[in-house]
């Protein structure tokens, strides 16, 4: 049974800080390509950022560029996020994914086969 579990989240004030963990399980975690989304409430689920298996090719959307840094620890099978200079616009629940179609860094959220429950993230002004 594949798990997707992430932590690291919660309230921070604008300017702050977090670390987003993605912890997988039941899958073999080095061949998968893995990716963050987004979901704001009452907004449709956006792509945050993407890295290869290997933890070399990186892609993240443009709202989060110099900001948001992904990683992985295939060793640890966890996947990483890493959120600095957070805005109030970057509330919204937090979910890590699983991409088994090779080594690509997809954006769009019907690449990914497996998810995690998601995590809030609330950033207050």
């Known amino acids: 049974q594949v798990q997707l579990v992430e932590s690291g989240g919660g309230l921070v004030q604008a300017g702050g800080s977090l670390r987003l963990s993605c912890a997988a399980s039941?899958?073999?975690?080095?061949?998968?390509?893995m990716g963050w989304f987004r979901q704001a409430l009452g907004k449709e689920r956006e792509f945050v950022s993407a890295t290869t298996r290997s933890g070399i090719g990186t892609n993240y959307a443009d709202f989060v560029k110099g900001r948001f840094t992904i990683s992985r620890d295939n060793a640890k099978n966890t996947l990483y996020l890493q959120m600095n200079s957070l805005k109030p616009e970057d509330t919204a629940v937090y979910y890590c994914?699983?991409?088994?179609?090779?080594?690509?860094?997809?954006?769009?959220?019907?690449?990914?086969?497996?998810w995690g429950q998601g995590i809030q993230v609330t950033v207050s002004s």
């Open positions: 994914a699983a991409d088994g179609w090779g080594e690509r860094l997809a954006a769009s959220a019907n690449a990914y086969g497996y």
């Open positions: 039941g899958l073999p975690f080095s061949g998968y390509s």
